[in-house]
């Protein structure tokens, strides 16, 4: 089985910075794509940033202020995340997929495992 922990989160004020970590189970972590998504009050999940395949893709509002990185020697995926406004505010995800694409990692839909999810807010 493969389950993924996420930690980091926390209340910060706009301008702050934070890094989630999310440990990942299993033996096959190299192979994997992983990525951060996030769920704000009242809104659908979206796509943060993802890695897999040697590159790292971003959603178009956290480019340049937000780091996806693995180590893959500790089976963890961080995210450094800089400049924090309210609107980050959300509940973060980790995910990991067995097989997938870029687009299949933004859309969601090769997402096989999902963590619990950890709690940012950025207050203003």
């Known amino acids: 089985q493969v389950h993924l922990v996420e930690s980091g989160g926390g209340l910060v004020q706009a301008g702050d910075s934070l890094r989630l970590a999310c440990v990942v189970s299993?033996?096959?972590?190299?192979?994997?794509?992983l990525g951060w998504y996030r769920q704000a009050s009242g809104k659908d999940r979206e796509f943060v940033a993802s890695?897999?395949?040697?590159?790292?893709n971003y959603a178009d509002s956290v480019k340049g202020r937000f780091t996806i990185s693995r180590d893959n020697a500790k089976n963890t995926v961080y995210l450094q995340m800089n400049s924090l406004r309210p609107e980050d505010t959300a509940v973060y995800y980790c995910a990991g997929a067995r097989f997938f694409t870029a687009q299949d990692m933004r859309e969601m839909t090769a997402v096989n495992y999902w963590g619990q999810g950890t709690q940012v807010t950025v207050s203003s």
């Open positions: 890695t897999g395949g040697g590159r790292t």
């Open positions: 299993g033996n096959t972590f190299e192979t994997f794509g």
